[in-house]
């Protein structure tokens, strides 16, 4: 357990349905990190968090993700009108007491879109 | 941009054996990461290395990058079972963010 949690584990749904996913980080830590992978793949970064003021977004994020962190402790990631292509891993990350590359990853949530 | 690239994709071992995963990068890393990925999970740090020629180890599994700083293996020594999983390096992706740059990874299966 690294002490990042991701809700739900898995989720199924519709195609143009909108999903929303929630990550808990290591309380103690002002950055968290969301990432997909896909099968195959290795983690692509998606965008970042610095307390509460999201600081970075990949090209992969496009106008229908969008992620907050209010109040600078949990996260979510909504995908609004999912597509086929979104089904894949997410994952949520936090830095460890090192620095900020010493992620601890969550255990992801699944999305399938039929 | 940064690009990882690791060999092999996928590697099955018997039980006992030793195996290298190697990690390539398209430039200079200034930092590089190693974890291990059961299916369908989260990731699971194992080593960070940051100096040229720094080697670590834990357990079984010792990790190296190499002077120039563009490659780096993990090797493991008398592979189990509970090695099996799959092996992913990261590299510092940077800017100051700290996001992380990854290979596509290495399955590894370990046979009894």
């Known amino acids: 357990d690294t002490g990042v949690s991701q809700d739900p584990r898995h989720k199924i749904t519709k195609r143009g349905q909108n999903v929303t996913f929630r990550c808990d980080p290591i309380?103690?830590?002002?950055?968290l990190y969301w990432y997909r992978q896909t099968l195959g793949q290795g983690p692509e970064f998606l965008t970042y968090?610095?307390?509460?003021?999201?600081?970075?977004k990949s090209r992969l994020l496009s106008d229908r993700f969008s992620a907050e962190r209010p109040k600078g402790s949990f996260s979510t990631l909504e995908i609004q009108r999912t597509e086929q292509g979104d089904s894949a891993m997410y994952l949520c990350?936090?830095?460890?007491?090192?620095?900020?590359?010493?992620?601890?990853f969550g255990p992801g949530t699944r999305l399938t879109v039929l | 941009s940064q690009e990882l690239e690791q060999s092999p994709q996928s590697l099955i071992v018997q039980e006992g054996k030793n195996l290298t995963i190697n990690c390539t990068s398209s430039?200079?890393?200034?930092?590089l990461y190693w974890y291990k990925q059961k299916y369908g999970e989260g990731l699971i740090f194992l080593m960070m290395?940051?100096?040229?020629?720094e080697e670590k180890s834990h357990e079984k599994i010792t990790a190296k990058l190499d002077e120039k700083k563009q490659q780096s293996s993990l090797h493991i020594t008398a592979s189990q079972p509970s090695h099996a999983g799959i092996y992913l390096c990261?590299?510092?992706?940077?800017?100051?963010?700290?996001?992380?740059?990854f290979g596509q990874g290495t399955e590894l299966s370990v046979k009894p």
């Open positions: 990350a936090s830095p460890g007491l090192a620095g900020y590359n010493e992620q601890f």
């Open positions: 290395l940051q100096k040229g020629g």
């Open positions: 990261g590299a510092d992706g940077g800017n100051q963010g700290g996001k992380l740059i």
């Open positions: 430039k200079t890393l200034y930092g």
């Open positions: 968090f610095q307390n509460e003021a999201q600081l970075e």
């Open positions: 309380s103690e830590h002002n950055r």
